[in-house]
Structures are given as C-alpha cells and as structure tokens.
C-alpha cells in the first residue's frame, strides 16, 4: 500500500476546492475526477472539504477590551511611562497585524 501523503501527482488543494465549488473547468474537472478514483488522499481531503467547508476569507475575531482597573494596575507596573502607555503601545501593534 502507498503511504497516505500528497504527492507530485496529486492536484493542489485550491483545485480540489475548486472542483467542489463548480469553480472548474469541465476539462480540468475530469482529470480531478480521474485522479480521484486512484488517491486515497485527496478523496479524504475532499471529504473534510465537504463537512467543513472553507470560508473565502479568515474571520477577524476582535479581541475583548482589558477591563480598565487592570490596564491601570499594569501601567502603574510598568517602568517609564512616557506619553502614551507602554501596553497601549503594545496593544496597537498587535491590533494592526
């Protein structure tokens, strides 16, 4: 038995979602069908496509506010406060990523 891996013959997995979505050529879409019938692995990858779809773009979780006594707490702790807060600082930088 072949080890259960993708391999060179195999298509990308954006292809495969592709095929799933009806994003695919009909050309295309016969080969993926084909490919299917000999790899274990990408039907099982299509399965998990199927029963946990892929959302078109990553979901933003905003992250909750820290309750104000803390973030006073954790200021007071921090040395050299200048202008704006050290953890405010922080905290801009990781919202901006």
């Known amino acids: ?3 259960f891996c993708k391999n060179e013959d195999c298509p990308p997995s954006q292809d495969l979602l592709a095929f799933l979505d009806g994003g695919i050529s009909l050309n295309d879409g016969v080969g993926i069908r084909r490919h299917l019938s000999v790899c274990e692995f990408c039907s099982a990858e299509l399965d998990f496509y199927e029963r946990y779809p892929q959302a078109d773009e990553p979901l933003e979780i905003e992250s909750p506010k820290m309750p104000e006594p803390l973030l006073e707490l954790a200021e007071a702790l921090m040395p050299g406060k200048q202008g704006i807060s ?5 905290f801009s930088e990781r919202d901006e990523k």
């Not at 050290?86 to 922080?90: F, K, V």
């Open 86 to 90: 050290s953890l405010e600082r922080l």
């Open 1 to 3: 038995m072949a080890s």
